[in-house]
């Protein structure tokens, strides 16, 4: 029998989720057809693709979905994502990237342009009423913000409506210019639920308590979170004498001093602007209670990476990992019912899981 999520709209009423929510498999499998499959998800650096002929292949949400996807630059300089498995057998069509003219599946030659249209078939010359629409690579939306792609299987909600407040907040930034630094990007793997890792993201509660060193650098006393439909944002205003955005008057925080902007984007990506750039963080459920989390650095300005609070993401990062951790196990518990949310601050976490909640009650197939 499926388990609903309840959450009431008022948080001052609103309990939080009960502990099952985070240790149930059965809820976990449910999240990855009815949330993630209807997600928008971080498909790669469109540099990728750069030129005409070039093609990438990649696992959308790898450990999750686990969804073959390949992405192309055709001829005539346009972008695609299509399905890399082979309509006729189900072989992978391209298992490397490179530069090509036309894609042929090694496995019985079948051949689609890189716009995924099939193209060609040896030996099918007596088949009737082929090909068929179905002999197509299924194409998926694909997406450009900044150096970046995104993609959907089947998206819930528009990727310009999905990322508007923030494009509109951010906009002055020369997104396009920042590049990717591998060297100061890495994967974590933490032992907790995927969703709990979001919640502890989203509220500022907890850094005075667990960050040290972060506390010194924001005014937790400024510190807020704004609401949109499907992201949010808490705001970190910098302490006196640390590092902060030159913000232009175009800006609705113009004359403030904005240490960093912590976007967070349903239902598992977070976008933290820092004055040296930005750093993308994917959160990967692989299991119940384990998930992968992949932190990308791109600089916008390279003279500032060592400055103000986004310094010592490592160590941030290492003591949300021991907090999670512990209330994963904690969750366990029989005698654990569900919690009550702060008003002043858990309103980034009632939000996700109010949304949460509307994904799973209904089933979008």
């Not at 469109?46 to 192309?72: K, M, S, W, Y």
């Not at 194409?139 to 819930?156: H, I, R, V």
């Not at 667990?210 to 937790?220: F, G, P, Q, R, T």
């Not at 512990?326 to 008003?343: A, E, H, T």
């Amino acid at each position: 029998m499926q388990r609903l999520l309840d959450i009431d709209p008022d948080i001052t009423q609103a309990s939080t989720p009960p502990g099952w929510f985070y240790t149930d498999g059965a809820t976990f499998d449910q999240q990855r057809e009815r949330v993630f499959a209807r997600s928008w998800q971080y498909a790669g650096e469109a540099n990728a693709i750069r030129v005409p002929g070039q093609v990438h292949p990649f696992t959308l949400l790898e450990g999750c979905l686990d969804e073959p996807l390949l992405l192309t630059r055709d001829q005539d300089d346009r972008t695609h994502c299509v399905s890399n498995v082979c309509t006729h057998r189900g072989a992978l069509v391209v298992e490397g990237p490179g530069n090509e003219r036309t894609l042929r599946c090694r496995y019985h030659g079948r051949r689609f342009s890189l716009e995924g249209k099939f193209h060609s078939m040896p030996e099918f010359e007596e088949a009737k009423c082929f090909p068929r629409e179905e002999d197509h690579l299924r194409p998926t939306a694909l997406e450009q913000y900044g150096p970046m792609l995104f993609t959907s299987l089947n998206p819930a909600v528009s990727f310009a409506d999905l990322l508007k407040p923030m494009r509109d907040r951010m906009g002055w930034l020369t997104l396009d210019q920042f590049v990717h630094d591998p060297n100061r990007s890495r994967d974590y793997l933490v032992g907790c639920n995927w969703a709990l890792y979001c919640d502890n993201y989203l509220e500022g509660f907890h850094i005075p308590y667990v960050h040290a060193s972060l506390a010194e650098k924001i005014d937790y006393g400024g510190y807020r979170t704004e609401l949109y439909d499907w992201c949010n944002v808490q705001v970190g205003q910098g302490s006196e004498g640390e590092l902060c955005f030159d913000l232009p008057r175009s800006s609705p925080d113009f004359g403030q001093r904005i240490a960093a902007y912590y976007w967070w984007v349903f239902p598992n990506m977070m976008f933290n602007f820092y004055p040296w750039g930005l750093s993308l963080n994917i959160v990967r459920p692989l299991a119940v209670d384990r998930t992968r989390v992949s932190f990308m650095s791109f600089v916008g300005d390279p003279s500032k990476v060592d400055q103000g609070a986004g310094v010592g993401l490592d160590r941030v990062e290492r003591e949300d990992e021991a907090v999670v951790e512990s209330v994963q196990k904690g969750l366990r518990g029989r005698l654990y019912g569900r919690g009550r949310y702060s008003p002043t601050r858990e309103t980034g976490v009632h939000h996700f899981h109010r949304l949460l909640a509307t994904m799973l009650v209904n089933d979008h197939s």
